[in-house]
């Protein structure tokens, strides 16, 4: 899956207890999330929940996290089995591959232009989207 925006309630008052993580992977699930943007979920922005699913991320190598948007109000990584991979782990790996992880939901700014500019910018080829799109953030 690629270029989807996950947004969630970003501590709202009087949000639905359930609108946990932006994305939640488990039962030995294997995935590709690319070039995407998760924020304002108050657990964990990205969740391995399984061993399966974790070894197959991290050990294995079988699932792809690639150059996303990360925020979470509490954890923006999140592990099952710290024994795997710790969640500093996890960070340090969706990093290495292009992730960029936020603190706040309000560092997550795009400006106008880029708007008007996604459907050139998610039809190219050669180079990540959000790589392009990171060079027009404001």
Not at 47 to 59: F, G, K
Request: hydrophobic fraction near 40%.
């Amino acid at each position: 899956m690629s270029n989807f925006t996950i947004v969630g309630p970003n501590d709202a008052a009087g949000t639905a207890a359930n609108h946990n993580f932006s994305n939640r992977w488990r039962r030995a699930t294997q995935f590709i999330l690319r070039n995407s943007i998760l924020m304002g979920h108050p657990d964990a922005g990205f969740s391995t929940e399984s061993d399966a699913t974790l070894n197959d991320y991290y050990v294995n190598n079988l699932s792809e996290f690639k150059n996303n948007l990360v925020h979470a109000s509490a954890l923006p990584y999140k592990t099952a089995n710290a024994a795997i991979a710790t969640n500093t782990q996890i960070q340090t790996k969706a990093e290495a591959e292009g992730c960029i992880t936020y603190a706040t939901s309000a560092a997550i700014t795009i400006n106008k232009s880029v708007l008007f500019n996604c459907a050139e910018l998610f039809t190219c080829n050669r180079l990540s989207c959000i790589k392009q799109v990171q060079a027009l953030l404001v």
